[in-house]
């Protein structure tokens, strides 16, 4: 249960991003919102981390960020050379990415009720970005 | 290098990263791994915009809006690596992409007054069939 609880609160809350992120790019690079972002939230979460467990410093965990920094930067990159409209629904791409790795190295159940889930899912993520 | 290769590169190395956090929280705190996320990729961000020479100047307000969404973001994702733990990935990914997509739908809706076209109603009946799926 609580596992569920945890999810709706990262939903409500980088939802409610996602908003303030769509303001924020009208005006500035998104690189630099990244910028500021990321600065109140690396000793942020380092606050998180020292409150919920052990700390334990390992460089090579540093390539998450540098991965993570490089999507981004690829997907701004795409909407500056093409437009949210045609990249928008080629991102939403990334969560079956995700899941099909899932079911291959994790060895996650899979079952007709979740290729339809992922589908759905999928088909909306399209339906509802690319018109914005 | 076209549009669309990058926007490739960036789906394949975002849906690789949230698959490597899976196996990685059975060894390590989540929040860990997203304390080296925001430290790797505020190191990255930094070298960038100063290689690019990004003008860095930003008013008051932007500056408020920008702490503001990196203090939901890095909430958020604390939350979401949280659940990862517990969850199967294939299930939780596609949950959370949807909800933010059907968040922001909603928020664009009401606070926005942005147009609930046709188009818009398929998207939210899909991301609610696809979340009922995959969580019931």
Known sequence: MIEWVYLLLAVSFMGFNSFIVKKLVKTLKPNVVMLYQFALAAPLVLVYTLVSGDFVFEPSLLLIGVTYFLSLTFFYIALSKGSLTRAGPVWSL????????????????????????LLFGVLSVFLLRGDN | MDWFTYVLMAVLLQGTLVFAIKPLTGIFNPVLLLFMQYLGGLISVVIYVLVKKFNLSIKKRELKLSLVSGFLVSTGLTFYYMAIKLLPISIASPVQSVGIILMQSFFGFVFLKEKLTKKVVMGIVCSILCIILLTI
């Open chain 1, 94 to 117: 990334s969560l079956l990415v995700t899941a099909v790795l899932g079911f291959i190295f994790l060895l996650e159940p899979i079952n007709l009720k979740i290729i339809l889930g």
